[in-house]
């Protein structure tokens, strides 16, 4: 049985202002950025904080809603469907936030790839590399450049740092947490 208590104070000492599991659809992203730019209002974040913490929101979300694999129907994590995990708190003048979702393992060393070259990048350099990206038109299969995480990594301008965790002999999951300093 889950400890309901256990929860709410691992959440309330990682100050979460808001965590969502389960499907992700366009109308939740919506309603969450809604939700977190109220937020930041009433708390009264310094306008340029809060612009930061918004639009690297709108890249995590944005990367969980077009780019989680589809999970075949037949696979035993397929009853979790598109489902995902999303976290943002505040804990000693940063905002974290934390998503996860399931991958196909295969996907993993070209996605670890990826991160860790943009981890490997100075600010200029990332700004470089993303002009790179944008003017080489490469598209994903699922129509996006690989700016994401760039974007995330400018935005915020911190590392990625990331977890894959195996699940079965096909998927793992993915981890995200990206820190945001408020200064």
Known sequence: MLDIYDFYDKMERNNIMLSFKGDVTSELLTSILQIMESKLDNMQEEPKVKRKVYNVLV???????HHMDEIDQNDKVAEKGRAAIFMIGRVDNQYNIIT??????DNVNPLKGRIDTINSLSKEELKEYYKTVLNNGEMSQKGGGGLGFIDIARKSGEKLAYNFLLVDDRYSFFSLNIKIAQN
């Open 59 to 65: 890249e995590c979300l944005q990367n969980l809603y």
């Open 100 to 105: 996860g979702n399931y991958v196909k393992s």
